[in-house]
């Protein structure tokens, strides 16, 4: 199975590669459903491409807003610059837009977004013989259900779904709540996750009692716990799924680095699946659910806390180590005598570095590196690779 990364900018995209993905998901500056991530504009979705392809593997960029007419305008000179770039496919939600692209960019190939609502083989039947070469299903599906879709497709077209991240407390993600309380409007990309804010509920004719109080973590009924399906690839494989999707083009790079390790580590038969759940918990995330896929009930996905990790992301390795020190770019506090924690796509995972020199960027030592970003020098018995990550166990 092929495993998914997002990407909402272009460093994200490295270590996604870096760590393992096979394929990358991302937006342009247009049609995409997460306004306020970095996204691409033209010359870096070209760059993009190119950095997937010299390194094997595949770009996915989303058009995946429910559009309007306006959204046409401009469109052919878009997709002429995708064809360009060399694209492996987008991804659209709007059955308008797939309809325009098969007919009039029908080298493009297409996959339906999870907003279009997949949930059964006739509407699968359907966007088959539009031509499509994917399907994202919704998150609402379970494995049975996924099987019989993929029986009726066969071969045609190839099954993805959502394994990990965040969940909408919405159908698919088509939600109104954003809009209607701030006037951005999630189905065209501008969402504030206003699911995540504190609210209560009063039943109407009691005027001072509460059905639901906050306590001292907060009141979040809209919320849903985050996706995680590392235990049961399986079984998802065993019912047609093509490719696993992470969800997270608004998360950190740490994030992206750390889900896209343990899935390609699971993917890849790792012994160890304590350690790979473990990594799961060191990123930020809410508890942990497999949401519909086995028949769960709505009120099994509810998340009544705020995020949690951990471990923290101290630092980001910018060049091999070389004998014995290894530059690092500093994104929390670190000082002598501090135990870092490695992040590695190789057998350095895991393994523990104890802080005994650090040298600024002027090659000055110095005992405590708190310049944010600074490039600073530490000592390193590994050889860790650009892009490996560093990090500590959370105090709190």
């Keep these: 199975m092929e495993l998914l990364a997002p990407a909402g900018n272009f460093e994200k995209l490295v270590s996604a590669v870096h760590f393992g993905a096979d394929a990358v998901y991302f937006a342009g500056k247009k049609m995409g459903l997460r306004a306020f991530a970095g996204n691409f504009d033209d010359e870096e979705i070209v760059k993009a491409m190119d950095y997937l392809h010299a390194h094997g593997k595949k770009g996915y960029v989303t058009l995946n807003i429910v559009a309007n007419d306006a959204d046409f305008e401009g469109i052919d000179d878009y997709l002429q610059l995708l064809i360009r770039a060399k694209v492996d496919g987008v991804i659209v939600s709007d059955v308008g837009l797939i309809y325009y692209i098969r007919k ?9 977004s999870t907003q279009a609502n997949v949930t059964n083989s006739q509407s699968a039947k359907f966007f088959a013989d539009l031509g499509v070469t994917r399907i994202v299903l919704a998150r609402e599906m379970n494995i049975g259900q996924i099987k019989k879709i993929h029986e009726v497709l066969g071969d045609k077209v190839e099954i993805e779904t959502f394994v990990h991240g965040a969940m ?29 804010w504190k609210y209560f509920i009063r ?25 995680c399906m590392i235990e049961h690839l399986a079984e ?19 994030y992206v680095a750390s889900v896209v390790n343990a899935y390609r580590r699971a993917l890849d038969g790792y012994a160890d699946k304590k350690a790979l759940l473990d990594e799961l918990e060191k990123t930020s995330h809410r508890r942990y659910t497999t949401g519909f896929f086995f028949g769960a009930k709505d009120k099994e996905c509810l998340e009544t806390s705020m995020p949690v990790q951990t471990y923290e992301f101290i630092a980001m390795v910018k060049e091999d180590a070389k004998d014995g020190m290894v530059k690092v770019e500093m994104r929390n506090r670190f000082k002598v005598g501090d135990v870092l924690e490695i992040l590695s796509a190789d057998d ?17 030592p110095i005992t405590d590196a708190k310049r944010v970003q600074e490039i600073v020098t530490i000592n390193c018995p590994y050889a860790l690779k650009a892009g490996d990550i560093l990090r500590v166990e959370s105090k709190n």
Excluded: W
């Design 203 to 227: 039943e109407e004719n009691r005027d001072d009692e509460y059905e639901i109080l906050e306590d001292e973590r907060g009141t979040y009924i809209l919320n849903s716990k985050d996706m």
């Design 348 to 364: 350095n995972f895991l393994k523990t570095i104890e802080i005994k020199e650090i040298f600024d960027s002027k090659c000055q």
């Design 168 to 196: 909408c407390i919405s159908y698919s993600g088509r939600c109104l709540l954003s809009n209607y309380l701030t006037g951005r409007e999630s189905n065209r990309g501008a969402c504030v996750q206003a699911c995540r």
């Design 104 to 112: 009039n960019f029908p080298e493009i190939d297409v996959h339906v």
């Design 236 to 254: 998802l494989e065993n019912a047609g799924v093509a490719s696993l999707k992470i969800e997270g083009r608004m998360k950190s790079e740490y």
